[in-house]
């Protein structure tokens, strides 16, 4: 029973994410042992470890160092790693042969860069407040969205970094007000 009930549980709560749903290997490596999962016909069946590439894996060691509880999804042009480090949702996204496609970072207004907190307040003011940041870093750019609120509004702010010139700016700024 034990053997039925925690794929039928892991499949259950997969289907609710859409980066479970078009994966078809998922691999949980944390401290203790490696737990494969291989997503056939809507099932899951045990999958294997040697199926991430060693070049996405150096790239990802290299870039993050050990992190326990990483979760690996083997699809047919890439690999993607989701974890948590230091109450970070980051999702990696790799080619096959090992190069970086983007980082996604989703994080608290405590781990907000300074750079950003301050171009924030000197573009919108001192009344908004971040609540949540989703970071995407790319080869040559990082795009950030960023909601805020003050009494009355809610504000998401779209924010472009070209690591080139290091510059900021808005590419998108939506109001909303509250009820």
């Given at each position: 029973?034990?053997?039925?009930?925690?794929?039928?549980?892991?499949?259950?709560?997969?289907?609710?994410?859409?980066?479970?749903?078009?994966s078809e290997?998922?691999?949980?490596?944390?401290?203790?042992?490696?737990?494969?999962?291989?997503?056939?016909?809507?099932?899951?069946?045990?999958?294997?470890?040697?199926?991430?590439?060693?070049?996405?894996?150096?790239?990802?060691?290299?870039?993050?160092?050990?992190?326990?509880?990483?979760?690996?999804?083997?699809?047919?042009?890439?690999?993607?790693?989701?974890?948590?480090?230091?109450?970070?949702?980051?999702?990696?996204?790799?080619?096959?042969n090992g190069?970086?496609?983007?980082?996604?970072?989703?994080?608290?207004?405590?781990?907000?860069?300074?750079?950003?907190?301050?171009?924030?307040?000197?573009?919108?003011?001192?009344?908004?407040?971040?609540?949540?940041?989703?970071?995407?870093?790319?080869?040559d750019d990082?795009?950030?969205?960023?909601?805020?609120?003050?009494?009355?509004?809610?504000?998401?702010?779209?924010?472009?970094?070209?690591?080139?010139?290091?510059?900021?700016?808005?590419?998108?700024?939506?109001?909303?007000?509250?009820?």
């Amino acid at each position: 029973m034990k053997k039925i009930f925690f794929p039928l549980c892991l499949f259950a709560a997969m289907q609710g994410h859409s980066q479970f749903i078009r994966s078809e290997l998922a691999i949980k490596e944390n401290e203790t042992h490696l737990n494969e999962w291989l997503k056939k016909n809507n099932l899951f069946i045990s999958g294997f470890t040697n199926d991430i590439n060693t070049n996405v894996y150096k790239t990802f060691i290299d870039m993050f160092g050990s992190v326990p509880g990483v979760y690996w999804f083997i699809e047919k042009r890439e690999i993607t790693s989701y974890f948590i480090l230091d109450s970070i949702s980051v999702i990696g996204r790799y080619k096959k042969n090992g190069n970086l496609i983007s980082i996604r970072k989703n994080y608290d207004a405590s781990k907000l860069n300074l750079e950003i907190t301050d171009f924030l307040k000197q573009e919108l003011g001192t009344s908004f407040s971040v609540n949540l940041v989703t970071e995407i870093l790319r080869e040559d750019d990082t795009i950030y969205e960023i909601s805020l609120q003050d009494k009355k509004r809610l504000c998401i702010v779209q924010l472009y970094k070209n690591k080139e010139n290091e510059k900021l700016r808005i590419i998108d700024k939506k109001f909303l007000t509250k009820c």
